[in-house]
């Protein structure tokens, strides 16, 4: 894992193509969730809370002020982490060491992962909130549209963190397989087959008994005159 090839690192120091990183399926999903979750604190801290009459304001979600704080902590800190993981994609083929390219992906698959789940919690909890909230209580004519536009970018984000999760996976994976690495690979080449040896295969022994000549057949032709042959004994 740590050889000089894993994690892309034969790539480092290579030019940076802006064109091939905005088409790249992991910058879109960065910017949707980073959109998704502007949308989704932004709501909530803009139209999120009314008043009854009163100086005091209450959180549209059943009047549950946890329920506007999650929803504002887990927008602002999945917008400024998409923030900096976009920065650190730009300057990832600029990173030598393999150890840090391998730092960096296991953070950035730890935290979508983890993201993924607390977004999930987040749209339960709103919707639920949202559902036990009574006209009666709250002007909700006031506050409607934010908390219906907080719950669906919240579902959003849900599958935006965990393609973002699937992204980080495919690379930690491709990461560890120090083949697909390789010159060869990265040049579009088949790997070169290794020599063969000296042996030649598929090549018919001839026996060297067959380079002899034949033996001499003594025919009536090639014997003296007057040559009488022995008898047996």
């Known amino acids: 894992m740590d050889g000089a090839g894993s994690f892309g690192a034969g790539r480092a120091g290579s030019a940076f193509d802006l064109i091939a990183f905005i088409k790249q399926p992991q910058t879109i999903l960065r910017v949707l969730a980073w959109i998704f979750s502007m949308v989704v604190f932004a709501s909530i801290i803009n139209e999120g809370y009314v008043n009854m009459g009163s100086e005091r304001l209450h959180c549209v979600f059943n009047k549950n002020?946890?329920?506007?704080?999650?929803?504002?902590?887990?927008?602002?800190?999945?917008?400024?982490?998409?923030?900096?993981?976009?920065?650190?994609?730009?300057?990832?083929?600029?990173?030598?060491?393999?150890?840090?390219?391998?730092?960096?992906?296991?953070?950035?698959?730890?935290?979508?992962?983890?993201?993924?789940?607390?977004?999930?919690?987040?749209?339960?909890?709103?919707?639920?909130?949202?559902?036990?909230?009574?006209?009666?209580?709250?002007?909700?004519?006031?506050?409607?549209?934010?908390?219906?536009?907080a719950i669906a970018f919240s579902f959003f984000s849900i599958l935006t963190w965990a393609g973002l999760t699937v992204c980080a996976v495919q690379k930690f994976l491709l990461g560890t397989d120090l083949t697909l690495f390789t010159t060869e690979h990265m040049g579009g080449q088949p790997p070169k087959q290794p020599y063969p040896s000296n042996d030649?295969?598929?090549?018919?022994?001839?026996?060297?008994?067959?380079?002899?000549?034949?033996?001499l057949i003594e025919t009536v032709e090639t014997r003296p005159p007057g040559y009488n042959i022995p008898p047996a004994f």
């Open 65 to 149: 002020a946890d329920a506007c704080n999650y929803g504002i902590t887990i927008g602002i800190v999945a917008f400024l982490a998409c923030v900096f993981f976009l920065a650190l994609d730009i300057y990832f083929p600029q990173i030598s060491s393999v150890k840090d390219r391998k730092r960096a992906v296991l953070s950035e698959m730890v935290f979508s992962g983890f993201w993924t789940f607390l977004w999930f919690v987040g749209f339960c909890f709103l919707a639920s909130q949202w559902s036990h909230t009574s006209p009666k209580e709250l002007p909700l004519e006031q506050a409607s549209d934010a908390a219906r536009a």
């Open 200 to 215: 030649v295969i598929g090549q018919t022994t001839i026996p060297v008994n067959a380079y002899q000549s034949p033996p």
